[in-house]
């Protein structure tokens, strides 16, 4: 257990609908990270926060798809009319900056979209 | 943002060590080397990390070249546990942002 926490672990859904993961970081940590990662493949960035701020998305955040931390403390990501293509497992990190220091994943959320 | 390369796949003895190796010849003085591995299922677990040194801890131990441009994870002993994908990530600090590749599956045969 690295102290990050995601909920759901699983989600099944159905296409076009709209699915909201949550992720509770190590209380003190100031930066927030989420990935998408498919079968095979190394997890691929999406955005991150530091503080609630959200500094940077990824071309591959779709305008389905927001991300918040509000208070700067946990975080939601959510996905608006879901498609098959948004089937991966959706992991969270969070870290301490500025420190050269280990970023802690959470054990994901993995959805599948009949 | 600088890329590293992982041999796909390697193979290893249970108890004998394992050398697994990562190129990032673009690296920039700044950016810290640190390596992941992935079990199925599950998010990565940090493993180690360096700047210019070689580094030691409980799991592993980290051997960077002298120009920085590659380095080595190496397993003392595998063990049937250490099967997983192994990441070799580069962190730029200010961004302190991880560009994962696709790793190195080590399966460790009994």
């Known amino acids: 257990d690295t102290g990050v926490s995601q909920d759901p672990r699983h989600k099944i859904t159905k296409r076009g609908q709209n699915v909201t993961f949550r992720c509770d970081p190590i209380s003190e940590h100031n930066r927030l990270y989420w990935y998408r990662q498919t079968l095979g493949q190394g997890p691929e960035f999406l955005t991150y926060?530091?503080?609630?701020?959200?500094?940077?998305k990824s071309r591959l955040l779709s305008d389905r798809f927001s991300a918040e931390r509000p208070k700067g403390s946990f975080s939601t990501l959510e996905i608006q009319r879901t498609e098959q293509g948004d089937s991966a497992m959706y992991l969270c990190?969070?870290?301490?900056?500025?420190?050269?220091?280990?970023?802690?994943f959470g054990p994901g959320t993995r959805l599948t979209v009949l | 943002d600088a890329k590293t390369t992982q041999p796909n796949s390697m193979e290893s003895n249970e108890e004998e060590p394992v050398h697994l190796p990562c190129n990032h010849s673009t690296i920039s003085g700044t950016d810290y080397i640190h390596w992941y591995r992935q079990l199925p299922s599950q998010g990565p677990e940090y493993v180690i990390h360096?700047?210019?040194s070689n580094v030691n801890n409980r799991m592993a131990s980290l051997a960077i070249a002298e120009d920085r441009k590659s380095s080595t994870l190496i397993l003392h002993r595998a063990t049937l546990r250490d099967a997983a994908v192994y990441y070799c990530i580069l962190l730029t600090s200010g961004t302190y942002k991880y560009i994962f590749g696709t790793g190195t599956r080590l399966k460790v045969l009994a």
């Open positions: 360096g700047l210019t």
């Open positions: 990190a969070s870290h301490m900056i500025p420190s050269e220091a280990e970023q802690f």
């Open positions: 926060f530091q503080n609630e701020a959200q500094l940077e």
